[in-house]
């Protein structure tokens, strides 16, 4: 089975799961990440935003909330879809959800103010194509932001991140969804995604500029940035 048709299966799974296990998982941390992307964006005053593999919309709730004018959020799983359909509409946000493939989007060039990815990146099966699809997208000026679990650099923090990683978080998991080859694909996905280093090469590939990474909480996520040329 292919990446993408395994990730898809695997999120429509846990999807009625996945809020809350995100939050109880990674101890609320996450919302912190998730604001200081958001002010990030924000402060681009960006009119329409695409957040990509947006999942169950949090992150394309947040920019909405945060005063983004429109935000359109897409993603492979119509399961993780569906919850956040239900989430927006509750908040009554103009927020557009529907599926598409993130490697192939079905947008025009040159659509938005903004591109981000939050948590879903490393889910790509072909990262390089991904960031490409990003880019094209964005209007010329436009920002590009992911936020992403890493691996932090120092021994003693990288020994209880993987002790955490890969016995606690899938045993948790598993017991909650039901689907533990869930759990523990997600922490396994995360040693698998490229150093910091060899994504800013790729987003500079891709065709942006004034690429930066920058680590939050001991370097246990990070947030990259660039500007379309």
Not at 8 to 29: C, G, R
Not at 135 to 150: D, N
Not at 187 to 212: I, N
Request: hydrophobic share 45%; aromatic share 8%.
């Amino acid at each position: 089975m292919a990446k993408k048709e395994f990730v898809e299966q695997m999120f429509d799974d846990i999807a009625p799961t996945y809020d809350k296990l995100n939050h109880i998982l990674s101890l609320n941390v996450d919302k912190g990440w998730r604001r200081k992307a958001v002010r990030r964006i924000v402060a681009t005053r960006p009119k329409h935003v695409l957040d990509v593999a947006c999942g169950t919309g949090d992150f394309a709730i947040a920019l909405s909330q945060a005063g983004v004018e429109k935000v359109t959020g897409v993603d492979i799983s119509q399961g993780m879809l569906d919850v956040g359909i239900a989430k927006v509409k509750a908040l009554g946000l103009n927020i557009e959800m529907h599926v598409d493939d993130c490697e192939h989007l079905g947008i025009e060039d040159n659509t938005f103010d903004a591109v981000s990815v939050a948590f879903g990146v490393r889910n790509f099966e072909h990262l390089q194509r991904g960031l490409n699809e990003m880019q094209r997208v964005l209007r010329p000026g436009g920002l590009v932001c992911i936020v992403e679990l890493s691996v932090p650099s120092n021994a003693l923090l990288r020994w209880a991140y993987k002790l955490y990683f890969l016995h606690i978080l899938p045993f948790v998991g598993g017991l909650v969804s039901g689907n533990r080859n869930a759990y523990r694909y997600l922490p396994e996905s995360v040693l698998r995604f490229p150093k910091p280093d060899e994504v800013c090469r790729m987003l500079k590939e891709a065709g942006f500029r004034d690429v930066e990474a920058k680590a939050f909480t001991f370097g246990l996520c990070r947030m990259f940035t660039g500007i379309k040329s």
